[in-house]
């Protein structure tokens, strides 16, 4: 019998410790009522930034004239995705990026190692270049996956790898875990939640090899 592929999740697990972004909204899951109080049933509820752990951006979040979540083409977040190790690399742009091959796929995932521990805020990670945008434009690429809470530093105000990504038509998805990922061609599946008009959503996002 042929051996299923394996799913590899790439998501941070949202639990009570988890590092929000510097005074924003912290992860909180909580019963509202126990199986004891509603004689049936458990029921939780959670309150959170949609920015904390693994997400996408919609252009709402840095533009307010943009797409919200719900207005989102699914496709970004579903199919081949090129995996591409940048580990050591305080700034990452064409430069940087210029030597690989993406063989024609159209979502990229960064490996900085920049953010390994979930439950604490990096003090400083890997940032993307303001030249990035025009560059994967060039590229084809549509979606840009990284592996720290932000493309931009934590006290940029002018948003530049944002926006130069925006402005190119390349869509975000940020805190990823690529820590035991291998560089490849994997085909990926990270769906925000349909939340309406929202600036971004929490995903569960996970990989399989497309290599064989
Ligand atoms: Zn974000």
Not at 56 to 81: M, Q, T, W
């Amino acid at each position: 019998m042929k051996k299923l592929t394996q799913w590899i999740d790439i998501t941070q697990p949202l639990s009570n410790s988890i590092a929000e972004w510097p005074g924003d909204t912290p992860f909180n899951y909580e019963l509202t009522f126990t199986k004891e109080q509603t004689g049936s049933v458990n029921i939780g509820q959670v309150s959170m930034s949609v920015h904390t752990g693994t997400h996408i951006d919609s252009p709402f979040h840095y533009d307010n004239d943009g797409k919200r979540v719900h207005e989102l083409d699914l496709s970004l977040y579903i199919g081949p995705a090129m995996i591409v190790d940048v580990t050591g690399h305080a700034e990452i742009g064409r430069a940087e990026l210029e030597g690989f091959d993406f063989k024609d796929v159209e979502r990229l995932l960064l490996k900085t190692g920049g953010h390994p521990d979930p439950n604490t805020f990096p003090e400083d990670y890997p940032v993307l270049k303001a030249d990035i945008g025009p560059f994967l434009k060039e590229r084809g690429i549509r979606l840009i996956g990284v592996d720290v809470p932000s493309v931009d530093s934590v006290d940029s105000k002018t948003m530049d790898a944002h926006h130069s990504l925006y402005d190119n038509g390349v869509n975000i998805l940020e805190n990823t875990v690529l820590s035991n990922v291998t560089p490849g061609v994997y085909e990926l599946i990270a769906l925000p939640l349909a939340l309406e008009g929202s600036d971004g959503s929490p995903v569960r996002a996970v990989l399989r090899s497309l290599e064989r």
